[in-house]
């Protein structure tokens, strides 16, 4: 996403959920990343 003509900004986000049939080894996960790049 261009927020200048030298300025970038990304967003990036997943989601992760995972069955499994042994105990214990189930989990659910959220990550979110931002990012921003100058070009000079």
């Given at each position: ?5 030298w300025?970038?900004?990304?967003l ?16 659910t ?12």
């Amino acid at each position: 996403m261009p927020l200048l003509q030298w300025l970038t900004l990304g967003l990036e986000y997943t989601y992760t959920d995972v069955n499994s049939s042994v105990p214990g080894r189930e989990y659910t996960e959220n990550r979110a990343r931002t990012t921003l790049s100058g070009l000079f």
